[in-house]
């Protein structure tokens, strides 16, 4: 990637529930302000949503039956096909990076793992293996992990809709989410505490943020590859 300024790719993961998709449009909002307010300048870049699953795709109406339970599909499957459905949005990513554009995903690569692992061990999803198909996607520069506890989300509105949303499963979840955070390390990976007020959840995020978003002249990297750069 040449040395010009490039869009920032951040991922808010967390919990059902956990308010991802709330904090991802008010992070996007944020950013496109202060964009407005820089733009004598032209320093921020601009800021997209992206949501995984994108229901929207071939992939994605898939997935989103299985999530309704229309549909059943093998464990190993349907983990395929998550990963699929951010592969076909990969080079959207690298372009949009490239072009200027911050991206702010609404979940990503490790809720892929995260809920598919949880399986184990009464199914054959290893950690490793759940993490195997995710290996050189576009690396986040920084992920918000939204942390708050399986029974105060469960208090929150449309709880317990889709396939996944039991307070066992999630408490598994949450362990899984714990070791990717290990792995990843405390450079790229931030818990927030996403059981107080909104505004507060999304002053925390905006302050882990606004250093990274200076940051636009180090090259993207891929997950799980070490420092390898895109292209
Ligand atoms: N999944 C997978 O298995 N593999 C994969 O690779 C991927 C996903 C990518 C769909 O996810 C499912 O797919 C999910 C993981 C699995 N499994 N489950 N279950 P989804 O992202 O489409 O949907 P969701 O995770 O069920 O969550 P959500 O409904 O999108 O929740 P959220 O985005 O985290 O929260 P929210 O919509 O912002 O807020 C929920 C409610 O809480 C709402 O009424 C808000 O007004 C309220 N809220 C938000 N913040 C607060 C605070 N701070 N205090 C109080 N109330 C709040
Ligand atoms: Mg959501």
């Known amino acids: 990637m040449s040395s010009l300024a490039r869009g920032v790719f951040i991922v808010i993961e967390g919990l059902d529930r956990s308010g991802k998709s709330t904090q991802v449009a008010r992070l996007v909002d944020r950013i496109q302000s202060a964009t407005t307010d820089a733009s004598s300048s032209g320093s921020t870049p601009r800021a997209v949503p ?12 898939m997935i989103d039956a299985y999530l309704r339970s229309e549909s059943d599909l093998d464990d190993h499957a349907i983990h395929l096909l998550f990963s699929a459905n951010r592969w076909e949005l990969a080079p959207k990513i690298e372009a949009l ?6 991206i702010v ?11 598919s692992a949880q399986k184990s061990p009464h199914l054959n ?19 918000l992990f939204l942390d708050v506890k399986p029974e105060i989300a469960m208090q929150r509105g449309g709880y317990g809709e889709e396939r ?7 408490t598994r979840v949450r362990q899984v989410f714990e070791r990717i955070g290990e792995e990843i390390g405390a450079d790229r990976w931030v818990v927030i505490d996403a059981g107080q007020d909104r505004d507060k959840v999304g002053d925390d995020i905006w302050n882990r943020v606004v250093p990274v978003l200076r940051d636009t002249h180090k090259p993207v990297t891929r997950l799980w590859h070490g420092q390898e750069e895109l292209r």
Not at 97 to 102: D, E, I, N, P, R
Not at 164 to 170: D, G, L, S
Request: aromatic content about 12%; charged content about 25%.
């Open 97 to 102: 990076l490239a072009s200027g554009t911050t």
């Open 164 to 170: 996944y949303e039991k307070q066992e499963v999630q």
């Open 105 to 115: 995903a609404d979940r990503y690569a490790f809720s892929g793992i995260a809920f």
């Open 125 to 143: 999803l290893t950690f490793e293996w759940c993490k195997a198909p995710e290996i050189g996607l576009p690396a986040p520069d920084l992920t």
């Open 50 to 61: 992206l949501k995984f699953p994108d229901r929207t795709t071939a992939i994605g109406k």
